[in-house]
């Protein structure tokens, strides 16, 4: 159980140290900000979305560490992938629209997750706004288009 707990707090702290790396890149909703720029040092070297990384893939394990509880690691994986997993296409999208070349040669290189994760790039691509994926960012009834809270 001791290891769970370092372990949740090593996500606290890389959850904290994505942020700090994005700075004013950072919005809770996917969108292009003023003077956006392409975060590719920092926990960014290690995974295209570290912050999921840290959410879904540690967290599940320090879920399960902490409590020794299969089902609630279990029900923390399926919640958070269920959640996180469709958002990459979009998010994806709206970076390669935004960098171009540059964020498909970071794609390439760096995985979405993490170690081991470079396989995913096979499994969806970034839902641009020039493919059929694309879809619409505030889509949400709880925002009003804006990305503001309705």
């Not at 996500?11 to 700090?20: A, K, Q, R, Y």
């Not at 975060?39 to 879904?56: D, E, K, S």
């Amino acid at each position: 159980m001791y290891v769970g707990t370092a372990l949740n707090v090593m996500v606290s702290l890389m959850f904290i140290g994505v942020h700090i790396d994005l700075g004013n890149n950072w919005s809770a909703v996917p969108e292009v900000l003023t003077e956006h720029k392409l975060v590719t040092t920092g926990l960014f070297g290690f995974a295209r979305h570290p912050m999921y990384t840290a959410i879904v893939v540690y967290g599940t394990v320090a879920a399960y560490l902490s409590t020794l509880n299969f089902v609630l690691a279990a029900g923390h994986f399926v919640s958070c992938a269920g959640i996180i997993l469709p958002r990459l296409p979009q998010e994806e999208g709206i970076l390669v629209d935004a960098f171009g070349e540059d964020y498909l040669e970071y794609r390439a290189r760096v995985p979405a997750l993490g170690w081991g994760t470079l396989w995913l790039n096979r499994v969806y691509q970034p839902a641009t706004t020039t493919n059929s994926q694309s879809i619409q960012v505030n889509e949400s009834p709880l925002l009003d288009g804006q990305g503001e809270m309705a």
